[in-house]
């Protein structure tokens, strides 16, 4: 149970050192921020490389409690916040960024402008499992490259975290999507509306043509990074394509896209959490997408097992094997 001054959190102490379960004090709200009691937290690939002392962009030194992606109730709000109510259902990617309080805890205080309304049809477990994905996909094609209805859409990694969100949002807005993965994916990928293609068995001059007629597609989101991100290039529709990446960290040759007329957008999820600038925009999105979420637009695909603060340490090892088979969520 939750007392007024304890509760319970996950801490890891060092670079790959278990989560330990333990006693900790409970946050207070400062102005602007509210506090958040926790029904579920997301689990996404970047909390497991925070734990492997592998993230130094995300600035979390260690020990922490991890966790960005959380879904609760709020408690009590601080000084200047009167659009949170007590008993308010939220949603959001507030926490375990820049050294702040993951959401792997019963209680997290958080930046109300990072918070939105949770889409009532979803569950606590559910919206849990979507706002870094989500976020990240709706400012590669909604900020970035304006997706609209008649553009042709490529998703790489169709079937991953940030893709299947990314399919469903890009037909949501009206656009004809495309989407890589491996065989395995193409049930996943087809049930979520997208024309699937076999990126080990097609080449990316093969597919061009035979969805395109050889133009390129409007827009191109690569999830995947390395190598996918230089397919992404040769991709993009002549003149007119734009892509977007999640994941282009590395050192490509801009030779391919140049040659083609097209443009490049490059999306860092954690910005507003780092510097502070731009954090009432994810609130927006999230509020945004509930309206997709709630028209039945777009639809998180869970993995079937579920875990607890006692055995998250089994969601994080499943994290790291890449069995996963949907979004992982640790409900407290």
């Not at 259902?89 to 939105?116: H, N, P």
């Not at 490259?145 to 940030?162: F, M, N, P, S, Y």
């Not at 690569?222 to 977007?244: I, M, N, P, Q």
């Not at 499943?318 to 949907?326: D, I, K, P, V, Y």
Request: hydrophobic share 45%; glycine share 14%; net charge neutral.
């Amino acid at each position: 149970m939750i007392d007024s001054l304890h509760m319970r959190a996950l801490i890891v102490d060092s670079a790959d050192a278990p989560l330990r379960l333990v006693s900790i004090q409970r946050p207070v709200p400062g102005a602007g921020q509210v506090l958040v009691r926790i029904a579920a937290s997301g689990v996404n690939p970047l909390d497991g490389k925070i734990r492997s002392g592998q993230a130094a962009h995300a600035r979390q030194p260690l020990p922490s409690v991890l966790g960005m992606d959380l879904a609760g109730t709020v408690e009590a709000s601080g000084e200047g916040v009167s659009d949170w109510l007590p008993g308010d259902e939220v949603y959001a990617m507030a926490t375990g960024i820049g050294g702040a309080q993951g959401s792997l805890a019963e209680c997290a205080v958080v930046d109300a402008r990072l918070l939105a309304r949770k889409p009532g049809n979803l569950s606590m477990r559910e919206a849990a499992g979507l706002p870094l994905v989500l976020i990240t996909a709706w400012e590669g094609l909604v900020d970035r490259a304006r997706v609209h209805a008649g553009q042709k859409v490529l998703i790489h990694g169709g079937a991953g975290g940030v893709g299947h969100v990314a399919v469903q949002i890009a037909r949501a807005f009206g656009a004809e999507v495309f989407a890589t993965g491996s065989a395995g994916q193409q049930a996943t990928i087809e049930g979520l509306g997208a024309t699937f293609i076999d990126y080990r068995k097609t080449s990316v001059e093969a597919y061009v043509a035979e969805h395109t007629g050889g133009e390129g597609f409007d827009i191109v989101y690569d999830t995947v990074g390395g190598e996918t991100l230089d397919a992404s290039f040769k991709a993009a529709r002549v003149y007119y394509g734009h892509v977007v990446s999640c994941l282009g960290w590395g050192q490509h040759s801009l030779a391919p896209l140049s040659f083609r007329g097209a443009t490049y957008s490059g999306v860092f999820t954690l910005l507003p959490l780092l510097t502070g600038k731009g954090r009432e925009h994810h609130g927006q999105i999230l509020q945004e997408a509930a309206r997709l979420i709630e028209a039945g637009s777009v639809v998180p695909i869970l993995d079937p097992r579920r875990f607890n603060l006692e055995t998250a340490g089994a969601a994080h090892k499943l994290l790291r094997s890449g069995a996963a088979q949907g979004r992982l969520v640790v409900e407290i």
